[in-house]
């Protein structure tokens, strides 16, 4: 059972455009979704992260959007760079389970072309 | 650089045998994660350990075991090796239990098994 479901798979954007990743999870008690980006070769590193008692986080470039009456939150990349071109994985976990890991999307991967 | 080191970064070897891989946590940081990454899979959560107890366990075979030392570096035993268990092996380091603490994830160690 996959408790998050992540797209698209692939994505392309233009150098300065807008990437935009979606996200919809089904276990309601997770309560923290942060998202990664993952390089070749290198592992995951977190990039931003929400709790679901804010609609939208603003970190740099980067925002998350949540919608927890819709189960979804996504993230949008401002401003483009071909820099920014990596895997970017969702996750959630909850704090009830504590020592739970986390439970991650499939990943996207993003090209920016200059 | 995470300051999550993993050893060996590359492993081959044939069905049936047992590997150890090996992680050393940030300094200070108590929590272990021990996650999976293939290709039809995704990133899955393994098994976590704090302070050298077993906290929490995900999607682990039986054939699989780990453990955490007094020093906080922990290793990940596979036996009985399948074709299938070739994937990316991460460990990943937080300062508390609880996965909404930051996890901060080692360059992985590359299982093949032939």
């Known amino acids: 059972q996959q408790q998050v479901k992540q797209s698209p798979q692939s994505l392309i954007v233009q150098k300065g455009g807008i990437s935009i990743i979606n996200c919809a999870y089904e276990?309601?008690?997770?309560?923290?979704f942060p998202w990664y980006q993952q390089f070749p070769g290198k592992g995951p590193a977190l990039l931003i992260a929400?709790?679901?008692?804010?609609s939208e986080k603003k970190e740099g470039r980067f925002t998350i959007s949540f919608n927890k009456s819709a189960k979804q939150f996504s993230l949008h990349i401002m401003d483009s760079q071909p820099g920014d071109s990596a895997t970017y994985f969702c996750?959630?976990?909850?704090?009830?389970?504590?020592?739970?890991?986390?439970?991650f999307g499939k990943g996207t991967h993003l090209i920016i072309q200059p | 650089d995470s300051g999550v080191t993993q050893t060996p970064k590359h492993l081959i070897t044939a069905t049936g045998q047992r590997v150890t891989l090996r992680c050393s946590p940030r300094s200070g940081d108590l929590s272990v994660y021990w996650y999976q990454q293939s290709l039809d899979q995704g990133l899955q959560f393994l098994i976590h350990y704090y302070n050298g107890e077993e906290r929490a366990k995900g999607n682990i075979l039986e054939r699989f075991s780990a453990q955490q030392f007094p020093d906080l570096h922990s290793e990940l035993n596979l036996s009985s090796l399948e074709l299938g268990d070739s994937a990316l092996y991460f460990c990943?380091?937080?300062?508390?239990?609880?996965?909404?603490?930051?996890?901060?994830f080692g360059p992985g160690t590359r299982l093949t098994v032939l």
């Open positions: 996750a959630a976990s909850h704090s009830g389970g504590g020592a739970d890991g986390l439970t």
């Open positions: 990943a380091s937080s300062r508390l239990a609880g996965a909404n603490n930051e996890q901060f």
């Open positions: 276990n309601t008690a997770f309560d923290y």
């Open positions: 929400i709790r679901p008692d804010v």
